[in-house]
């Protein structure tokens, strides 16, 4: 997101996901999965671009809007940009990128989404981590960029939702993040007062936004969104047979996101 010629166009990302967890049990995986950053202002075009690819409509790969933000199926940048308002942060002239995996075959689900928020020409603002757990329930942490040197980014936050059974809720996250460009990235350390606990990270190498490549994406992870869901049920066996507690899932946040700074 330093220079719009590379950053902020819209493009694919092939990577990969993982997660340590270090205590008290350890545990890890690490699976590869493609994403889409999408120009939230060019999404609608992009779905006229592609075969592929489609925005509120049926597709082979589509993005739905209400599998964001409220639900509500309202234009996510709008969505955003009330988010912006609420923490007194600029909202004019903003520029949004959502990074996430689409719907492949009607089905889609996102553990996080980042929406990488940038001024007119470019200038790196906050970046909005929307999280879903297993229960379709949903939040969002709101972070303003402080960084200006163009390099990576660091933000902190409290843990202030319900995401897995086996991690308790007094957590903080520290998120390291480098921006989209020809590579996208982002650490997550979970931590206690006695340290950190889970690891998480996601790396990923930009492609070009075009059929051939979604089909070859298509092909290559057919059933992604599924392996996603199925994954974490899966793992999540293997920590209660390792002997991990559970933890009683709390009420959603009042609010539906929550801000940093």
Known sequence: MTKRSDAMTSKLYAGWVSHQRLR?????????VFW?????????????RLKLFSHNRANALSLRD????????????AQVLEHLAAAG??????RVMLLTMPRIFGYGFNPLSLYFISS???????????????????HSYL????????????????????????????????????????????????SDAEGPM????????ALPIRDRTLLRLLLTYPLLTLKVTGGIHW??????AKGMRLRTRPHPPEHPVSFSR
């Open 120 to 138: 007119a020409d470019g200038r790196p603002m906050a970046i909005l981590y929307e999280v879903s757990n297993t229960f379709g329930e949903r």
């Open 24 to 32: 008290p049990t350890r545990h890890s995986l690490r699976y590869r």
């Open 198 to 205: 889970l690891l998480a990270s996601l790396r990923g190498t």
């Open 235 to 240: 793992h999540a066996l293997r920590l209660f």
């Open 36 to 48: 889409m950053l999408l120009d939230l202002d060019d999404i609608d075009a992009a779905g006229e």
């Open 66 to 77: 209400e599998d964001y933000g409220d639900g509500s199926a309202r234009p996510l940048k």
């Open 89 to 94: 942060m600029e909202t004019s002239d903003v």
């Open 143 to 190: 972070m303003p960029v402080t960084e200006e040197t163009g390099g990576p980014v660091t933000q902190r936050c409290p843990k202030g939702f319900y995401v897995s059974p086996f991690l308790d809720m007094d957590l903080d996250y520290r998120f390291r993040v480098r921006l989209p460009g020809k590579h996208v990235g982002l650490n997550i350390t979970a």
